[in-house]
């Protein structure tokens, strides 16, 4: 195997990228995936910024910003925010628990693939006729009609990739309960690794209703059924209602892997074990499951009456509990520790006081009452964009700076690191944080343009200028990403000195194999607990040197995937469909996709791959030429 | 050493002691399924008889419930305590079915009786 290291041909590199298991690569691969769909994200937003900058602004059409305003939220939630998180899931859950791969490296694959060609066929509607235009959540009494394919671009895009993403998360359930390494119980599992775990339960349990709400809204859209229908005895409540019952959860799906990114941020640069251990591990799990309780707060207006209302109301104030115990324990961290502000650490106190003011927000919109108010006001835009940027982007950046040694084995410049926090921020700050006033002067949201003197001007024109600098950011930092790549040296091992978990106690550049002998955890902060008795060979390891059994490289994931991505394209045209030009090869081209994925599944299901063994000489071989020595850990 | 599939030695006494653990498993298995076709065949004879539905649906729907949970317990492994992490899974398995039951509860009290 040490012909792994050795250059690769363009082509060779690519297949291998294809028919990769590995959850290293699969993480770099989620991470440009998702860097991606960021920027072309972040695109839409500063489109729809320009468009807002004055009253009466003719920048883009009210259509077009229909879509920019559906493709921004659609796509930063779950093809920008999602795959960004897994990237750092995939890259750090195997190896902060000891973990030679996820359970099933296949499924992995498999995850990627269909979140990827997804979102590519949710994107391609910008070029075949029209984005989707109802919304991220594309309420059904409008997105029923809504003419041309937009919405069924939007239908068909999510259920791949939504397939892809609950086959990740119930593979991390699997990793996670199964994988641990010796000695590393429930109660030592790093945080990020906890909150991976709650994320992957509230994945599990949160996007069945997604896709069972999809399949609806995709017989209603593209072979006339009438569920959704009120003029043929439908429900288009019901829509709203598994929306929300998957939409509240995403919205933890998203925080909590933040919130773990932190946790590790914050303890290690504060140079002090994270406070109050347990209690955030209950809080996670807390937060995790009030999720699923509260989803009617986003239909306070709807008419749902008092009762539910003030059920709803208090179960969603009941989370700030748990949030309320997070921020304490973050501040109680850092307090009388040795702090260094790097770059991560700059994220991490940035993020305390936005997510804050987020939380709080979101409290007063709790209040029934209140929500009739600020309900699809700016006020509710300020809002969530506060939670989101100030808590899951944070959160994201941060931890870019933190986890690229560990990707890469580069550091990232920390000067430009800095001049990036200190532009994004105050760049986020300046755009939302007058938005909070523009929605309670009465400035509805999702509305394409406005008329002058109503004292919305200047605040909407300051909010575009903080786009502009929340965009000079990321620019920023994909200059010091590209800075990086051309004249980073190797970082090594532990490049930060302060690092606790187990992650940091593989040797750089990381073998594919992982720790070569499964490491022995004695408590929590495994490898803090090595360096402060002096270890000088990283870990204890809880076994001896042998054969090391790997899976298989499968080009299978891929087709699998691509059968769906051709199958979506023959749904869209059916002939039964809404938007009315049916074309005659939409029969036959679903058929073959479906063809394509479920043959692939039974070559899958008949053919034995048992994957194959490192042996021991390999695996020395390997490491002579990584590290240059022969031996080393005993 | 590449490609090789596992095989497992047992010796006499380990393979009658497998032998009766299966015969017992089965054992349970069959009654369990005699009970579930059972339930369903009163099931559908109390729909035959034409009792009111006001008495049928409720008897039909406890009847449902039973027939879950002996799915669960005999079919799915639930019942095996010493199974690798069963703990994790029945606390799995209890949190779907309440956030199940919380979303259906939902459904019939604000959307279709609307409180």
């Known amino acids: 195997m040490s012909s792994s290291v050795k250059k690769k041909g363009f082509g060779a590199t690519v297949w291998d990228y294809l028919t990769t298991v590995d959850h290293k690569k699969i993480a770099v691969m989620y991470l440009l995936g998702g860097t991606l769909f960021f920027v072309i994200a972040g695109l839409e937003a500063v489109l729809m910024r320009i468009q807002l900058m004055y009253p009466e602004n003719d920048f883009v059409s009210a259509g077009t910003f229909n879509q920019l305003l559906t493709m921004h939220g659609t796509t930063m939630l779950f093809l920008a925010a999602m795959p960004l998180l897994f990237a750092f899931m995939n890259m750090i859950v195997p190896l902060q628990i000891g973990a030679r791969d996820v359970a099933f490296p296949f499924l992995n694959s498999l995850g990627f693939w269909l979140f990827f060609l997804g979102g590519l066929f949710l994107h391609l509607s910008f070029f075949m006729g029209g984005a989707p235009d109802a919304g991220w959540t594309s309420y059904a009494s409008l997105s029923l009609y809504s003419p041309g394919h937009g919405v069924d671009f939007y239908v068909l895009g999510l259920q791949v990739s939504g397939a892809g993403t609950l086959i990740s998360g119930i593979n991390f359930l699997v990793t996670i309960i199964n994988m641990r390494a010796p000695g590393m119980t429930f109660m030592r599992m790093p945080l990020f690794t906890w909150t991976t775990f709650v994320t992957s339960a509230l994945i599990l349990f949160g996007f069945p209703p997604l896709t069972a709400g999809l399949i609806l809204l995709l017989f209603d859209r593209m072979f006339s059924a009438k569920f959704f229908d009120v003029m043929y005895g439908g429900n288009t409540i019901i829509w709203e209602h598994l929306f929300w019952i998957f939409g509240h959860p995403e919205v933890y799906i998203l925080v909590l892997p933040a919130f773990g990114l932190f946790s590790e941020i914050i303890p290690t640069f504060s140079r002090k074990r994270l406070f109050g251990y347990s209690s955030m591990v209950f809080a996670t799990i807390l937060i995790g499951f009030l999720g699923f309780m509260v989803w009617a707060h986003h239909m306070f207006t709807v008419g749902l009456g008092p009762t539910a209302n003030a059920i709803f109301a208090v179960a969603t104030m009941a989370i700030a509990v748990p949030t309320g115990m997070k921020v304490f324990n973050w501040l109680l961290t850092v307090w009388g520790g040795s702090i260094k502000v790097t770059t991560p650490m700059l994220y991490a106190l940035g993020f305390i006081p936005s997510f804050v003011a987020g939380g709080v927000t979101g409290i007063m919109q709790a209040t029934a009452p209140l929500d009739y108010q600020l309900h699809d006001s700016y006020f509710i835009v300020a809002h969530f964009h506060y939670v989101i940027v100030g808590g899951i982007v944070l959160g994201l950046l941060g931890s870019t700076h933190f986890y690229w040694p560990l990707f890469f084995n580069r550091m990232l410049n920390e000067t430009l690191g800095k001049i990036t926090f200190w532009i994004f921020f105050i760049g986020f700050h300046m755009t939302f944080f007058l938005q909070h006033f523009l929605g309670l002067m009465g400035m509805p949201r999702r509305v394409f343009t406005y008329m002058p003197d109503q004292g919305w001007d200047l605040f909407n024109f300051i909010s575009t200028i903080g786009a502009f600098l929340m965009s000079a950011g990321v620019i920023l930092l994909v200059l010091n990403v590209i800075i990086t790549a051309i004249k980073g040296e190797p970082a090594g091992n532990d490049p930060w000195g302060d690092t606790r978990t187990l992650e940091w106690a593989i040797p750089q550049p990381i073998p594919f194999y992982n720790f070569r002998q499964t490491p022995l955890v004695r408590g929590l902060d495994p490898y803090w607990i090595e360096k402060q008795e002096g270890n000088k060979e990283g870990m204890v390891y809880a076994e001896p040197l042998g054969d090391i059994h790997m899976p298989n490289n499968s080009i299978v994931p891929f087709v699998m995937s691509l059968g769906l991505f051709i199958a979506s394209f023959g749904a869209l045209y059916s002939p039964l469909g809404v938007a009315d030009d049916s074309r005659t090869w939409a029969i036959p081209v679903l058929v073959i996709g479906l063809v394509i994925t479920f043959g692939s599944m039974i070559y899958r299901s008949l053919k034995d791959d048992h994957g194959y063994y490192v042996t021991v000489a390999e695996i020395e071989a390997l490491e002579e030429e990584l590290y240059g020595k022969k031996g080393g850990n005993k | ?115």
């Open chain 2, 1 to 115: 050493m590449a490609h090789d599939t596992p095989t497992v030695t047992r010796t006499s006494a380990q393979h009658e002691y497998y032998k009766q653990n299966n015969k017992a498993t089965m054992q349970k298995q069959v009654v369990n399924f005699a009970i579930m076709i059972f339930l369903t065949l009163v099931a559908f004879s109390l729909v035959g008889a034409g009792f009111s539905a006001n008495l049928v649906l409720p008897i039909i729907l406890l009847m449902a419930g039973v027939q879950v949970v002996l799915q669960l317990y005999s079919f799915m492994h639930m019942e095996e305590k010493t199974a690798h992490e069963i703990g994790v899974v029945t606390m799995f398995m209890w949190t779907g079915m309440f956030f199940a039951f919380l979303m259906i509860l939902a459904f019939v009290t604000i959307i279709w009786w609307n409180l």
